[in-house]
């Protein structure tokens, strides 16, 4: 690992400015648990990083006064995971924050971290994307948002720009009768990234689905939303036995995930629609939180 | 093969009752603070770093190296090439390994060129600035590839090599690294299965892994005079004192090993790499070099457990009873042989195929082959867990195919009065019931390990009436070397444990000592403690003045008849949908003799049952055309605690060892059955047979449903 300068910038502004200054020659550095990693392995050697620990602006996990949730780019996956505001607004997202690695990890990763890392196998962005969360993005001409669906441009890229910042994110307010759930496929050693992971979100109303979000971890170079799984379960019975068959089946046609050692390409698509098929059958049983 | 328990001296029955006290770490509390120094802790005055650069190739010439950048790198101290350093060979016993690559690299790690630079960092930078050119050569991946005419041979002069002993023995094909084979003759063994009501053959395969210790290995070199000194990772500081002299020709008596604490070795401690490179850096420099293996390092460039293929033919009898038996076993040496530390350069543990049972006829065949990759290496009962994992997942096909019940045809099959194996297999078998229904299965492996054995001594010294020490060249892994010592000689002099203190010491200042390996440490050094301190006992009836000590050097001899019996059983489920094996309960059990250090000996099964799960479940060191596919342990999969079962521990204190008080080895003895065990649980809970290592969930859902469609 070569040696870098560290920076302790307190403000955005302040950050952005360093980030001008320093170009391309810097990296951001949330909880280090992706950036350390690729530093050590030599694939990533940034002559400067630029510390946001003491940024206060990127923390935080507040309500929203719609309802909603605003989580900092820096507030750690634990602290989402064990935040009796998540459990209560958006339930799935603590469930899937609980999948992360291991606790110490998750003590350490950050919610930002984890978006901006852009490995597809990070458990967060399905469920935020099932739940239509937005991404802040601050930069020299201000904020943009977008949602967390079309943040991923492939392995390890994102829409982020260099000289823009992941300010936070915001989940909004979930629709009555909305439900989301998350299954994470671990077959090897439960501190692993999945062989596939699934994020299901479901409303319904007076016994049909009226809007159905699917989103998957490890089946391509990005996390996946699968509209066509989607679309094939409204109007059904939450829990309907064909209707969740076709679904998985959508979601299976719709991945291209690569081969390796947590699985062959083949085997994660079939997962994938294993997967879907018992976490629709799960949620069609719960009722709406 | 004798199995007749010869009865062992008997004991004052309060000396051994101090045993069954759980034992406090002598050294737990240097640990728990913080204040053991390990390797990577020393900082002498002056210290350079060391990094070294690492073949890209798989097999190639090396056309030329370019070392001006880094050399006129700030920092940097010495750059080294193969040239510089000369035909210097090392090896734990065959010196096949250059220090650095002069002409040829055989694996992508080699070791190529090295700096020694002010900070690590330098000497990071400094790598990456040398230059070096390739000429790719033909590569040979698969062993038996490797035995055909017109495949690549790695070493055309393997003739010249020498041994840390000497000359070589002479060997058949040039990619052969050795060969041994063991029982009757072909004759006598086709005869025998002329004899069989059933001949049966399968082929199983098992992988590479890494030891999975957290510290890497590291080392420290420097000279005060003439005199060079040592502080490294190795577990066996005598072997690498010869090793190091063998190499370098720098007398072994004005070499000084000083290894003390290490962080885990699991087998794979007993290898040094970067000691030879940090000698010839120290010499040039004249200033202390430390090396300390990044994890990329540690992955691609040491030496992990042998891949295998194991082809294993046994003839039986309707009624189930064994014949004949032969093996031919296969290990993927990797490019170098010189990882090995035994004479034959192959792993005993491959003629364990059967090592449990009475067969009339067996014949073994066990070979290890060079290949371009990583060389292979020792890990926790080297070629056991390949060869166990083969014989109990066949013995199990074998009851399947005579419609016998699995544990009936292992009873049948028990060496003659030995009723301490039928204990354990009939107690393993009593924990777990058969359970009704498809998806969950029960499975059981029974095997027999024999034990490690060589020289080792102590000193034991009373500085005082009631104040003992107890002085020792074994350096402790963790595996808790230095409280055994200190309960055996408490015992032996029949005195608290608190009166005894373990002093570590150098290679120059200890009497010599194997190295922890091959579970020898308590048969040997606990051995020697014993008789010192029993010898002392005798002694201090008439002592006036202190200190009074005694030497004790004992040497168990190679191929001394000290087995132990081991069981293990686990109950599965299997989800069919997803291929996903869980297990929900094991048990181990455990013929161990006395028990001297309770916890830990619990710690070795049980960990040693977390290790059988990782081998027979997801580890596996994949490397494709000679490259390792892991850069770091989030690769390379090791289970955690949430993976264990609920697990029971079943010893059998014999009291029938020939270690101290009647102590048997367990280091390396809780991992060996729990790979076939489990693949022996998926056929009775599924009727899917698995005959390769590790059982991945995508195997069990193949072999169910057919090879998923890629799209």
Known sequence: MLLFDYHRPTTVAETAALMAELGEDAELLAGGTSLMNLARLGLAEPAHVIALADVGELGGLDATPDGGLQLGATTTIRHVETSPLVRGRAPGL?????????????????????????????????????????????????????????????????????????????????????????????????????????????TAEEGRVTAARIAVAGGGSTPLRCTAAERALVGTIPGEATALAEAAALVREALDPISDARGSSGYKREMARVCTTRLLRRLGTEDAG | MTLDQTPMPAHAAEDVAMFARPEVRHEGALKVTGAARYTGDHHPAGMLYAACLGSPVAHARITSIDTSAAEELPGVVAVLTGHDVGHVLFGRHLRDMPVLARDRVLFIGQRVAAVAAETREAAEEAVRLIEVDYDDLPAVFDPREALTDGAAVLHPDAASYGTIKGARTPVGHPNVQGELVHGCSEAELEEAFAAADLVVEHTFRTPRQHQGFIEPHGAIVWFEGEICHVVSTNKAPFGLRQQLAAATGHPEDRIVVHNRFIGGDFGGKGFSVDEFVCFYLARKTGRPVRSVMSYVEELSATAPRHAAELVLRTGVRRDGTFVAHSADVVFDGGAFAGAKANADLILHGGFDTMSAYDVPAMRHRVRTIYTNALPGGHMRAPGEVQAVFAGESHVDLIAGELGLDPVDLRRRNLPPRCPLAAEVLDRAAAVLPRPAGRGRGTGLALYRRQGGTGKGGVVVRALGPDRFEVVTGSADQGSGTVTMIARVAAAALGVAEDRIEVVQRS?????????????????????????????????????????????????????????????????????ELTGEIRVERAVLVADSGTVINPIAHRGQLEGGFAFGLGAALMEELLVEEGQVLAGSLGDYKLPTAPDMPPLEIVTIASGQGLGPFGAKPVGEFGNLGVPPAIANAVERAIGVRLMVLPLTAEAVWTALHGSPSEH
């Open chain 1, 94 to 202: 603590a469930e899937a924050c609980g999948h992360v690695a291991t606790v110490r990890i998750r003590n350490q990763a950050t919610v930002g971290g984890s978006l901006v890392h852009a490995d597809p196998n990070q458990d967060l962005p399905p469920m935020l994307m099932v739940h239509d969360a937005l991404a802040r993005i601050t930069g020299p001409n201000g904020d943009r948002s977008v949602p967390v669906a079309e943040l991923f441009l492939g392995f390890f890229e994102t829409v982020v720009q260099p000289e823009e910042i992941l300010h936070s994110i915001v989940v909004p307010p979930p629709a009555r009768g909305f439900r989301a759930g998350y299954l994470k496929f671990l077959p090897r050693t439960k501190d692993d990234y999945s062989t596939v992971a699934v994020a299901v979100g479901l």
């Open chain 2, 507 to 575: 290679t120059a200042d200890a009497l010599y000592d194997a190295g922890a390996g091959a579970s020898r440490v308590t048969r040997v050094l606990g051995d020697a403690t014993n008789v010192a301190a029993t010898e002392l006992r005798g002694r201090l009836a008439t002592a006036t003045e202190f200190p009074v000590e005694v030497a004790c050097v004992v040497e168990a001899p190679r191929g001394e008849d000290n087995p132990a019996f081991g069981a293990c059983a686990v109950e599965v489920t299997v989800d």
